[in-house]
């Protein structure tokens, strides 16, 4: 299969007339990207374990009503069940709001960065670290896989 088929094997090389902090600064931009992908991964979390917990709040009251204490169950679903965990938000609407003010913006800046500096390439930092650790000839420290 040819490259052209599998550019992850050999798009993330350095072009031609990038220098060495240009590459280093493009770089921690991706290592900044990846943290905050791990931070909506978080918030992601936080959005399904919210939903989840207001599910079993539910589950709750129905349980409590049917054990004969429907004061309790009462209080529960008007309180809790279905309430906002920030004013005026469930947490889908924090995930959208982030998405849009935050996460996409950020990751537009670096796709342009990319664009402009490295000819569109990712992970050209983390390609050139993998040559650098590498054992060459070792097997399991090949280059890019066979073709």
């Not at 390609?127 to 070792?138: F, N, P, Y």
Request: proline share 3%; charged share 40%; glycine share 8%.
């Amino acid at each position: 299969m040819s490259e052209r088929h599998r550019p992850w094997l050999e798009r993330d090389r350095r072009p031609d007339g990038v220098d060495d902090d240009t590459v280093s600064a493009v770089g921690k931009l991706g290592e900044a990207v990846e943290w905050i992908e791990r931070a909506r991964g978080r918030l992601y979390d936080f959005h399904q374990m919210s939903g989840h917990a207001d599910l079993l709040l539910g589950e709750a009251a129905d349980e409590l009503d049917e054990a004969g204490h429907g004061d309790l169950a009462d209080r529960i679903r008007t309180e809790f069940v279905g309430r906002n965990v920030i004013e005026g938000r469930w947490t889908f609407q924090i995930v959208e709001e982030y998405d849009a003010t935050y996460w996409s913006p950020v990751r537009d800046a670096k796709a342009a960065t990319e664009r402009q500096l490295l000819d569109g390439r990712e992970h050209v930092f983390e390609s050139e670290m993998k040559e650098d650790r590498r054992t060459d000839g070792r097997r399991h420290h090949e280059s890019r896989p066979d073709d």
